[in-house]
């Protein structure tokens, strides 16, 4: 499989490109949103840039006319397992290095 890491200097941003996904960026460094899924190429970009998704899911609320509505609010229990896949991606990387 073809990966590439590529560093753009003037905007200070990072991409991650793969040419196909493996059952690894899929499935195990993924994490699925309500919304949407997070796979292990998006992940490894925030690892790289040192961020968090920013995970949201549905949640009620009632207003003060008692009128229910529904809201996008940030799912703390996924954006919890999106940075300890990060972990995981930044480990695995280093254990890579050490190896070359």
Not at 28 to 35: H, L, W
Not at 60 to 66: L, P, R, V
Not at 73 to 81: A, F, P, S
């Amino acid at each position: 499989m073809k990966t590439s890491v590529n560093y753009a200097p003037n905007s200070d941003e990072y991409s991650v490109k793969a040419d196909y996904r493996t059952i690894a960026i899929s499935d195990k460094y993924a994490v699925r949103g309500e919304f949407r899924k997070y796979d292990g190429v998006m992940l490894m970009k925030h690892a790289l840039h040192n961020t968090t998704p920013n995970i949201s899911k549905s949640a009620k609320t009632i207003d003060k006319d008692g009128k229910e509505t529904t809201v996008k609010v940030r799912d703390g229990e996924k954006i919890q397992l999106a940075n300890s896949k990060i972990d995981e991606i930044r480990s695995g990387f280093s254990d890579w290095l050490n190896v070359q």
